[in-house]
């Protein structure tokens, strides 16, 4: 199927995985999406090397991160792997490793667009997050290193981009106990030293954050490996903390396995109502190029967010 001959996608049916432009299954799992002059970039783990057919785990690969291009958030065109796995097994992102939650965010100083990505061992004991700049959203990515941020472990990572240019690393460190925040050095490629702590013995993962009303907010997980369970959501007055939890803020039927759903990402505005957009993808495993995505607006009410399921994206976009 051509570009010219395919219709504009109306809507993608929540909690399946979504077709690109070409009709192609969209490959963006654990992803998060940079807005860069008017065009929406997603960019997220590839995982067509883990289809439905591949006998036996040994056989699956990884692809690296993918990267998708929209104007609207809903019609998405593949730019293409933008950070390749590599054949080198001693490389951090040898094709039998663990390339996890890419983000991207801009740094105006540099010019450069700064990825971070959780890279592991199989069985995730390495527990790092790695480094890659590219001078353009559509990549090359060039990976330079990867770190445990000030010397503790790091996995389920993401990143931040506050207001006033700063920019924060925030991962599960401590074999998942606790949900580390990492202010980066001016040019978002490495950490500064200025860190805490928070949410101490809680394992949390699949953190996603956004700034709403001078305030911060977060979705996350618990940790059940591919299995979906309760989300968590909590809120601080300085992204550093300290963070009140305030519960799962999924609500009605499915709430209490956050709808078959894991968080991933926030968009801090979404298309004609404007209000954040928290995306979630359904795992798959063993088939994880199968996994479906679940993206809901998040409402506000009592001072808590509220998530509703709704089974489209982007579903009834007239609410006041
Ligand atoms: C849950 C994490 O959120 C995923 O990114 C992945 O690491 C799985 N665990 C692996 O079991």
Same mark, same amino acid.
């Given at each position: 199927?051509?570009?010219?001959?395919?219709?504009?996608?109306?809507?993608?049916?929540?909690?399946?995985?979504?077709?690109?432009?070409? @009709?192609?299954?969209?490959?963006?799992h654990?992803?998060?999406i940079?807005?860069?002059?008017?065009?929406?970039?997603?960019?997220? =783990?590839?995982?067509?090397?883990?289809p439905?057919?591949?006998?036996?785990?040994?056989?699956?690969?990884?692809?690296?991160?993918?990267?998708?291009?929209?104007?609207?958030?809903?019609?998405?065109?593949?730019?293409?792997?933008?950070?390749?796995?590599?054949?080198?097994?001693?490389?951090d992102?040898?094709?039998?490793?663990?390339?996890?939650?890419?983000?991207v965010?801009?740094?105006?100083?540099?010019?450069?667009?700064?990825?971070?990505?959780?890279?592991?061992?199989?069985?995730?004991?390495?527990?790092?997050?790695?480094? /890659?700049v590219?001078?353009s959203?559509?990549?090359?990515?060039?990976?330079?290193?990867?770190?445990?941020?000030?010397?503790?472990?790091?996995?389920?990572?993401t990143l931040?981009?506050?207001?006033?240019?700063q920019?924060?690393?925030?991962? /599960?460190?401590? =074999?998942?106990?606790?949900?580390?925040?990492?202010?980066?050095?001016?040019?978002?490629?490495?950490?500064?030293?200025?860190?805490?702590k928070?949410?101490?013995?809680?394992?949390?993962?699949?953190?996603?954050?956004?700034?709403?009303?001078?305030?911060?907010?977060?979705?996350?997980?618990?940790?059940?490996?591919?299995?979906?369970?309760?989300?968590?959501s909590?809120?601080?007055?300085?992204f550093? @903390?300290?963070?009140?939890?305030l519960?799962?803020?999924?609500? @009605?039927?499915?709430?209490?396995?956050?709808?078959?759903?894991?968080?991933?990402?926030?968009?801090?505005? @979404?298309?004609?109502?404007? =209000?954040?957009?928290?995306?979630?993808?359904?795992?798959?495993?063993?088939?994880?190029?199968?996994?479906?995505?679940?993206?809901?607006?998040?409402?506000?009410?009592?001072?808590?967010m509220?998530?509703?399921?709704?089974?489209?994206?982007?579903?009834?976009?007239?609410?006041p």
């Open positions: 199927m051509s570009l010219s001959t395919i219709e504009q996608v109306k809507m993608h049916e929540n909690g399946e995985c979504w077709r690109d432009q070409a @009709g192609q299954s969209i490959q963006a654990g992803g998060g940079l807005l860069h002059d008017g065009v929406y970039y997603w960019y997220g =783990e590839d995982r067509s090397g883990y439905l057919d591949t006998d036996g785990q040994r056989k699956r690969r990884n692809v690296g991160v993918s990267c998708y291009s929209s104007t609207d958030l809903v019609n998405w065109t593949h730019v293409g792997v933008v950070l390749p796995a590599v054949d080198d097994p001693t490389h992102l040898h094709i039998h490793r663990v390339i996890e939650r890419p983000k965010i801009y740094n105006p100083g540099t010019k450069q667009f700064v990825m971070w990505l959780h890279v592991d061992s199989p069985d995730y004991s390495y527990a790092r997050a790695g480094v /890659a590219a001078d959203p559509a990549g090359p990515f060039r990976y330079l290193h990867s770190l445990r941020p000030n010397g503790f472990m790091s996995r389920d990572q931040f981009l506050d207001v006033d240019g920019a924060y690393h925030i991962g /599960a460190s401590d =074999e998942n106990a606790n949900t580390m925040i990492s202010r980066l050095t001016d040019d978002y490629l490495n950490v500064s030293g200025d860190f805490c928070a949410f101490p013995g809680r394992y949390m993962e699949a953190f996603a954050f956004v700034r709403h009303e001078g305030r911060y907010w977060m979705i996350a997980s618990g940790c059940t490996g591919w299995k979906p369970n309760a989300a968590r909590a809120v601080a007055e300085t550093m @903390g300290p963070w009140e939890e519960g799962n803020p999924c609500v @009605g039927e499915n709430a209490d396995l956050t709808f078959g759903g894991q968080s991933t990402f926030i968009i801090p505005q @979404g298309p004609a109502t404007h =209000e954040p957009v928290a995306m979630f993808d359904v795992w798959r495993p063993p088939a994880l190029a199968t996994s479906g995505y679940v993206w809901l607006p998040i409402r506000w009410k009592n001072g808590r509220e998530l509703h399921w709704q089974p489209n994206w982007p579903g009834d976009t007239k609410r």
